[in-house]
């Protein structure tokens, strides 16, 4: 086998157990929190379970750019292994705190040390000949859905088997284990000297080289928008169904089966995209994408029953599909020389900001408009963002790439 089909393989397992094992914790993060850490009362729960979960996001944002530099300057094989090795150590400690405050630094130190994903992009980006990245962006993205989607349904059954404590343990050897492996598969040819003796840029630096290249504003605007409009209706979409369905039977299961939906045919439609990218290009399929998933947020909107939602939602979830491997692949393209992996800092940095800034800017808005109202803001956005695509990538295609 072919050394990039090799990375692509181990890391798309690495992907995989990382975001299982980050999403594992959520069905019963509320129920750890009063069980096991002693909180009382649902409001003191609910604030500290919000402070939590949004902590690991605030850090990551912060910091992405820093390793995505160091990235650029020592490889990065050393950047996944530092990543990988740093929250598995941090999830098992999870599993031994007694206190809410305990769980909420280690959820930071996790979000600082993150970065097991963009790394592997990078690497995979670095090491996949140009006319397969589209299909290893695609398949790549599709291990993360898949532990995504996963992740908390297997969570949801160990609890019930093991306990809470134990999981964190579990997760915590997962992710050493999909570390381990990529320490003795995974191969990248990194020249240290001539990455020693470029010149060197600060953060700040590097973000306004990148920002020069027209396509790459509008590339990390694609993301942002990509998580906030998933994220926006998220924490409400079970509020919706309730609704739709007018009674409690079966109540948590169409809920869990809307909410993962998306990820389901995101993951199928991930690499197809991604192969059919490599043939028509990475531009038209983020532009159509883009169009496509705008169109699909209107009939959601005005969904009149749970199966109406559950067609569109699964329609979303194909458009989505070409949304983010798009991006990894289009910013692989058209980052100056040097600054791949940066760029995949930032881009991450992007990706955190909208799953923070997204069900924030929701629970605010949903008073005014509703959850509707958030489904036809997203398609707006979306809209707008093909618009600006179409503005700076399709209609520049004949302009070389490294600027």
């Known amino acids: 086998m072919e050394q990039w089909k090799k990375n692509l393989a181990v890391l798309w397992v690495g992907q995989f157990l990382v975001m299982a094992g980050m999403t594992m914790i959520v069905p019963f993060l509320t129920l750890y929190l009063q069980s096991d850490l002693g909180l009382k009362g649902e409001h003191e729960t609910s604030m500290w379970s919000g ?89 790549l993205q599709s291990g993360g859905i898949a532990g995504t989607i996963l992740g908390p349904f297997i969570g949801g059954l160990m609890a019930d088997a093991v306990g809470f404590r134990p999981i964190f343990y579990i997760t915590g050897i997962m992710m050493f284990l999909a570390s381990l492996l990529s320490m003795f598969i995974v191969k990248e040819r990194f020249d240290k000297q001539a990455a020693a003796t470029a010149a060197q840029m600060t953060i700040r630096e590097g973000f306004k080289r990148l920002s020069r290249v027209p396509q790459i504003p509008a590339l990390f605007a694609a993301t942002f928008l990509i998580q906030f409009a998933m994220m926006s209706p998220m924490t409400l979409i079970p509020l919706l169904v309730q609704k739709l369905h007018g009674t409690t039977e079966n109540l948590a299961f169409y809920s869990g089966f809307v909410g993962s939906v998306t990820g389901l045919s995101n993951m199928i439609a991930s690499p197809i995209l991604g192969k059919l990218s490599d043939r028509i290009g990475s531009e038209k399929i983020l532009g159509i994408a883009l169009v496509g998933a705008a169109v699909m947020f209107i009939p959601q909107a005005f969904a009149q029953t749970v199966w109406q939602l559950l067609l569109a939602r699964f329609a979303l979830g194909i458009f989505l599909g070409g949304l983010v491997p798009s991006v990894n692949s289009l910013l692989r393209k058209y980052a100056p020389d040097g600054m791949a992996s940066r760029a995949f800092g930032f881009n991450s940095s992007t990706l955190g900001l909208g799953n923070m800034v997204g069900p924030i800017t929701g629970g605010i808005l949903s008073g005014w408009i509703g959850i509707q109202g958030l489904f036809l803001l997203s398609a707006v956005l979306m809209f707008a963002n093909s618009i600006w695509v179409y503005q700076t990538l399709l209609k520049r295609l004949k302009v070389p790439a490294k600027g």
């Open 51 to 139: 402070f939590i979960f949004a902590a690991n996001f605030v850090t990551s944002f912060l910091f992405q750019p820093f390793w995505g530099k160091l990235s650029d300057r020592y490889g990065r094989k050393p950047m996944l292994l530092r990543s990988g090795f740093g929250m598995a150590i941090v999830m098992v400690m999870m599993g031994f705190a007694t206190q809410p405050w305990q769980l909420l630094v280690l959820r930071m130190v996790n979000g600082t040390i993150s970065g097991f994903n963009p790394a592997s992009v990078s690497l995979v980006s670095s090491t996949t000949p140009k006319e397969k990245i589209g299909f290893a962006m695609g398949t």
